[in-house]
């Protein structure tokens, strides 16, 4: 006997993880549903669920208290606002939608219904990101200064043969929001509120409508600043980020998912230390942070590496304790204004500033901005 009824539509490569995490959850799996309906029998059998042609026909014939969106991002938007329509709640892949737009008419259909929308970061819910999100909340590990976020992946020409990808309506955007959004989502959620972003994006390669690489300059409302770069080029490829606070450097290298042991924190050299190995003894602000001690090392716990389990796990603690998941919708927003920026600063050459994000911003509706195909190739050209 479960408590909660879970659902997915789009039964492709992600949707096995939603399956396979919430099978070890204490969830019963009410239906599956696929425009190709060969893929909703396939999943359906392995997870013992039931099979539909579509998400309208799962509704109709289910009722589940919340449905995993795990369909090409193009779609998200109408089907969560069908979701919600129906008063349920959605679980939605990143990224999430494809504009400000879409994420603003789904806020609204939340609003409106009994319904939350909750979206796939994964990496914000490993051991190691909650250690870092809550020690570098409470200034334990001290002040953000300096920050570098990489996602340098590598995609080959076929990983852009099925129809949706490389496309602005299909995929939506290149590594920026496809990629390297993860990376992105765990820095902002780290560091807080971003201010403004300077942007270049370049297609060097890949048969795509928008960028392979991007780059971003950002300053936060702190006053910290972090590089920004993403790539689908780079053949040995890595997941980074490095955070410089006043007490040290936290750091987290993998790939397409870390455990605590993709992490470190190398605290700062105290002035005793400084001195003995010549440095200068005021290299370190000792009031941030008690000598000797290292916070990292002391919040080490269970090792929970950052995959759906991770999430969806928690997730269905959260809301079968009745507690707020806290990657909603809203929670991401600033995720997906600073890939609108980005787009939005690498096509006009222009800064962009968060607060300038409203509805009547050219690319407020559309990350490309509506600029005619040929001039996003040649900007993208240089
Ligand atoms: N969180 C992660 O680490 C992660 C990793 C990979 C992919 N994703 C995301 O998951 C989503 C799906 O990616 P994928 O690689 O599984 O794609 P996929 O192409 O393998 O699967 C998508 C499935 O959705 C089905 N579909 C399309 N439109 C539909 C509709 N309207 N109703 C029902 N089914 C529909 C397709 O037939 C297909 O079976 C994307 O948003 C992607 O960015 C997330």
Same mark, same amino acid.
Not at 90 to 116: H, I, T, Y
Not at 122 to 141: C, E, Y
Not at 164 to 177: F, S
Not at 232 to 251: F, Q, Y
């Given at each position: 006997m479960t408590d909660l009824k879970v659902a997915i539509v789009g039964c492709g490569n992600i949707s096995r993880s939603h399956a396979s995490a919430y099978a070890a959850a204490?969830?019963? =799996?009410v239906g599956v549903a696929d425009i190709v309906p060969e893929k909703a029998v396939e999943l359906a059998e392995k997870y013992s669920s039931t099979p539909f042609d579509s998400l309208t026909s799962l509704l109709a014939a289910t009722s589940p208290d919340l449905v995993s969106v795990t369909t090409p991002p193009g779609s998200h938007a109408a089907l969560a606002i069908e979701i919600l329509a129906a008063g349920k709640s959605v679980l939605l #892949?990143?990224?999430? %939608? =494809?504009s400000l737009a879409e994420l603003d008419a789904v806020a609204e259909a939340e609003q409106a219904s009994a319904g939350s929308v909750y979206v796939v970061f994964q990496h914000r819910h490993g051991s190691g990101g909650l250690r870092a999100a809550s020690l570098l909340s409470t200034g334990a590990l001290g002040r953000p200064q300096v920050a570098v976020c990489e996602t340098l992946w590598f995609r080959p020409v076929s990983y852009f043969d099925p129809e949706w990808r490389g496309t602005w309506v299909g995929e939506g955007g290149g590594p920026t929001l496809g990629h390297g959004i993860h990376q992105i989502d765990l820095l902002l959620h780290l560091l807080g509120p971003w201010k403004s972003l300077t942007a270049t994006a370049v297609r060097?390669?890949?048969? %795509?409508?928008? #960028?392979d690489v991007s780059m971003a300059s950002v300053i936060f409302e702190s006053g910290a600043v972090a590089t920004v770069i993403n790539s689908l080029l780079s053949p040995r490829e890595l997941s980074r980020i490095r955070i410089d606070t006043t007490g040290g450097s936290l750091e987290v290298n993998h790939l397409y998912g870390y455990s605590d042991t993709d992490w470190s924190f190398t605290p700062a050299p105290d002035a005793a230390r400084a001195a003995a190995n010549g440095l200068d003894p005021g290299a370190r602000r000792t009031e941030d942070v008690a000598v000797g001690t290292d916070p990292w090392a002391d919040s080490a716990g269970g090792d929970v590496p950052s995959n759906h389990a991770a999430q969806l796990g928690r997730l269905v603690a959260d809301l079968l304790a009745g507690r707020?998941?806290?990657?909603t919708l809203a929670s991401t927003r600033p995720t997906m204004e600073f890939v609108t920026a980005l787009y939005a600063s690498a096509l006009t050459g222009a800064a962009v500033h968060?607060?300038? =994000?409203?509805?009547?911003?050219?690319f407020y509706s559309a990350l490309h901005g509506n600029v005619p195909q040929p001039e996003i190739d040649q900007s993208l050209k240089f």
């Amino acid at each position: 006997m479960t408590d909660l009824k879970v659902a997915i539509v789009g039964c492709g490569n992600i949707s096995r993880s939603h399956a396979s995490a919430y099978a070890a959850a204490p969830v019963e =799996l009410v239906g599956v549903a696929d425009i190709v309906p060969e893929k909703a029998v396939e999943l359906a059998e392995k997870y013992s669920s039931t099979p539909f042609d579509s998400l309208t026909s799962l509704l109709a014939a289910t009722s589940p208290d919340l449905v995993s969106v795990t369909t090409p991002p193009g779609s998200h938007a109408a089907l969560a606002i069908e979701i919600l329509a129906a008063g349920k709640s959605v679980l939605l #892949e990143k990224p999430p %939608v =494809l504009s400000l737009a879409e994420l603003d008419a789904v806020a609204e259909a939340e609003q409106a219904s009994a319904g939350s929308v909750y979206v796939v970061f994964q990496h914000r819910h490993g051991s190691g990101g909650l250690r870092a999100a809550s020690l570098l909340s409470t200034g334990a590990l001290g002040r953000p200064q300096v920050a570098v976020c990489e996602t340098l992946w590598f995609r080959p020409v076929s990983y852009f043969d099925p129809e949706w990808r490389g496309t602005w309506v299909g995929e939506g955007g290149g590594p920026t929001l496809g990629h390297g959004i993860h990376q992105i989502d765990l820095l902002l959620h780290l560091l807080g509120p971003w201010k403004s972003l300077t942007a270049t994006a370049v297609r060097l390669d890949r048969p %795509v409508e928008f #960028e392979d690489v991007s780059m971003a300059s950002v300053i936060f409302e702190s006053g910290a600043v972090a590089t920004v770069i993403n790539s689908l080029l780079s053949p040995r490829e890595l997941s980074r980020i490095r955070i410089d606070t006043t007490g040290g450097s936290l750091e987290v290298n993998h790939l397409y998912g870390y455990s605590d042991t993709d992490w470190s924190f190398t605290p700062a050299p105290d002035a005793a230390r400084a001195a003995a190995n010549g440095l200068d003894p005021g290299a370190r602000r000792t009031e941030d942070v008690a000598v000797g001690t290292d916070p990292w090392a002391d919040s080490a716990g269970g090792d929970v590496p950052s995959n759906h389990a991770a999430q969806l796990g928690r997730l269905v603690a959260d809301l079968l304790a009745g507690r707020t998941h806290e990657t909603t919708l809203a929670s991401t927003r600033p995720t997906m204004e600073f890939v609108t920026a980005l787009y939005a600063s690498a096509l006009t050459g222009a800064a962009v500033h968060r607060a300038e =994000l409203t509805p009547s911003h050219p690319f407020y509706s559309a990350l490309h901005g509506n600029v005619p195909q040929p001039e996003i190739d040649q900007s993208l050209k240089f």
